[in-house]
């Protein structure tokens, strides 16, 4: 689903369909412009997904905001994921330093 150009609101609208699904493994979404919207999204979804294994995010206009609520996700001990890329996004001091 790389270079469609989602945008945000499609970034979200995808997390609430994949709700629940117990089939996907892995979703490539570079250069979709999901932007913090879209990221705060994929964090409740990554949160809550038990199947995810690889997710790409790269290129998408996420400033450290949204990085910071992925990374939060990401500290939950049910997390399935084992590869996120998240390169070309907006990276400040604060997004860089989340443990």
């Known amino acids: 689903m790389s270079r469609n ?14 709700k629940g699904s117990l089939s996907i493994r892995v979703l490539n979404l570079n250069f979709c412009a999901v932007q913090d919207e879209g990221a705060f999204a994929f964090a409740e979804f990554l949160s809550q997904s038990k199947t995810i294994q690889t997710l790409y995010l ?10 910071i609520a992925i ?11 084992e590869t996120i890329r998240l390169w070309g996004n907006y990276w400040d001091t604060a997004a860089c330093e989340v443990s």
């Open 58 to 67: 790269e290129n998408n206009k996420i400033s450290g905001t949204g990085l």
């Open 5 to 18: 150009r989602i945008s945000r609101d499609g970034g979200v609208a995808l997390c609430k369909a994949l």
């Open 71 to 81: 990374a939060k996700a990401l500290e939950k001990e049910n997390s399935s994921l």
